[in-house]
């Protein structure tokens, strides 16, 4: 059974600290990994990563993924209250469809 | 806002009524998802349209039957829903990229309960 596993579950940090959330996969026939951040509404995509050891940045974001360990991180760096949501991560299988795990949900405190 | 349109963005029903979910993209991509939200759960896959045929059903029950019209839109008809469908439902569209993925990228989603 396909499985993406995030955590932690829920992080509370203060603004200005970095934070390191984690991904770990276990699916079949795998092309891609996503990360997405959700507030109220709809999960606004961040990033796709195919290639291990390649980093992808975005202002304070960064992720990387490990195929060898079958596992992503995601580094927010200089926290920002507007930070705060639930970051989903998600693996492509096969062309079309995505498996999620359960997200991480990131609180952060003035 | 997103580029996803989806309307309504809240509907409340009743268990023997007929309705529908709309979804609309212009940003000229061609395949097209249905995702099921539960509250603090991720989204899961209902069913995938690539250049307006189905390509994915994962197992619905038949109370629930998509549509894609054209490339743009996408609909998702209801009937005889369960307390348990209660949910929010999000539509997703991407390029099409076959066989490597493409960032889906999602509506603000419809919140559907079911009385």
């Known amino acids: 059974e396909d499985k993406v596993v995030q955590s932690p579950l829920s992080l509370v940090v203060h603004e200005g600290d970095t934070v390191t959330l984690n991904c770990s996969y276990e699916?079949?026939?795998?092309?891609?990994l996503l990360w997405y951040k959700q507030e109220k509404k709809a999960p606004t995509f961040l990033f796709m990563l195919?290639?291990?050891?390649i980093e992808k940045k975005s202002g304070r974001l960064s992720s990387i993924l490990d195929k060898k360990e079958l596992s992503s991180i995601l580094n927010i760096t200089a926290t920002q209250t507007g930070d705060s949501a639930i970051y989903l991560c998600?693996?492509?299988?096969?062309?079309?469809?995505?498996?999620f795990g359960q997200g991480t949900r990131l609180t952060i405190n003035p | 806002d997103t580029e996803v349109t989806q309307t309504p963005k809240h509907l409340v029903m009743g268990m023997t009524n007929k309705k529908s979910l709309k979804c609309e993209q212009h940003?000229?991509?061609?395949?097209m998802y249905w995702y099921k939200q539960k509250a603090k759960k991720p989204p899961e896959l209902m069913f995938v349209?690539?250049?307006?045929?189905?390509?994915i059903n994962e197992s619905v029950p038949s109370r629930f039957s998509p549509e894609c019209p054209n490339s743009s839109l996408l609909n998702l008809h209801l009937h005889a829903l369960q307390p348990e469908d209660s949910a929010l439902y999000l539509c997703a569209s991407s390029q099409e990229g076959f066989p490597y993925n493409q960032p889906q990228h999602f509506g603000d989603g419809t919140r559907l309960s079911i009385l």
């Open positions: 940003m000229g991509h061609r395949a």
């Open positions: 699916v079949t026939n795998f092309r891609s």
């Open positions: 195919t290639s291990s050891g």
């Open positions: 998600a693996v492509g299988k096969g062309a079309q469809k995505l498996v």
């Open positions: 349209y690539s250049y307006e045929k189905l390509s």
